[in-house]
């Protein structure tokens, strides 16, 4: 069984900076790219960025310039400097892995982390 655990979530003024964590874990053979994405009340999922398993990145728009996502091994990082109010909502880690070498990429997800900015 797979498990991806985020931390690092938490409220902070505009312009402030929070890094968030997410680790891979349990039956993993091998884990492709890696990524997070974010969901405000009454909005619908968004890609904020992701990394795949040679380092290649894509990042939203809006977190260009202020957003770096990061990985080491199973381990995904996002950090956000200057952050604004419209930044706040959950954000999820997920992964794309082969549990076993025979298996297919399956997408796991991240049971979220709440990210609130105030003005």
């Known amino acids: 069984q797979v498990q991806l655990v985020e931390s690092g979530g938490g409220s902070v003024q505009a312009g402030g900076s929070l890094r968030l964590s997410c680790v891979a874990s349990g039956t993993i053979f091998t884990v492709g790219t890696m990524g997070w994405h974010r969901q405000a009340p009454g909005k619908r999922r968004e890609l904020v960025a992701s990394t795949t398993s040679k380092g290649a990145t894509d990042v939203a728009d809006f977190a260009r310039g202020r957003f770096t996502i990061s990985r080491a091994e199973n381990t995904v990082y996002l950090q956000m400097n200057g952050l604004k109010p419209e930044d706040t909502a959950v954000y999820y880690c997920?992964?794309?892995?082969?549990?076993?070498?025979?298996?297919?990429?399956?997408?796991?997800w991240g049971q979220g982390t709440q990210v609130t900015v105030s003005s």
């Open positions: 997920d992964a794309d892995l082969k549990e076993t070498w025979y298996s297919t990429y399956q997408t796991h």
